[in-house]
């Protein structure tokens, strides 16, 4: 089984700043990509940011420029460094590992952003 945990949500206002980390453990046989997918209210989950093994990172349009996706390979560590929050960044941010042969889920982490 491979564990993924999300630490770092919370309540901000807009123009602030959060940064979110999650750390995978347990029998990880490959590590093809980590990712920040979030779910806001009456919407479908939407990719956020991902980065691969290799480095090479990807954004949703919404928060290019705004939020940066880093990883400690070493650790199976993933973060996310988002500036300049919205209300609309509202959601429930999961991370996301790609083994290359599964998916797998963390459970989220609530971000509030209020105006």
């Known amino acids: 089984q491979v564990q993924l945990v999300e630490s770092g949500g919370g309540l901000v206002q807009a123009g602030e700043s959060l940064r979110l980390s999650c750390t995978a453990s347990?029998?990880?046989?490959?590590?093809?990509?980590m990712g920040w997918y979030r779910q806001s209210p009456g919407k479908q989950r939407e990719l956020v940011a991902g980065?691969?093994?290799?480095?090479?990172?990807d954004y949703g349009d919404s928060v290019k420029g705004r939020f940066t996706i880093s990883r400690d390979n070493g650790q199976n560590t993933v973060h996310l460094q988002m500036n300049s929050l919205k209300p609309e960044d509202t959601g429930v941010y999961y991370c996301?590992?790609?083994?290359?042969?599964?998916?797998?889920w963390g459970r989220g982490t609530q971000v509030t952003v209020s105006s």
């Open positions: 980065i691969t093994s290799g480095g090479s990172t």
């Open positions: 996301k590992l790609d083994s290359g042969f599964d998916w797998y």
């Open positions: 347990g029998r990880i046989r490959s590590i093809n990509a």
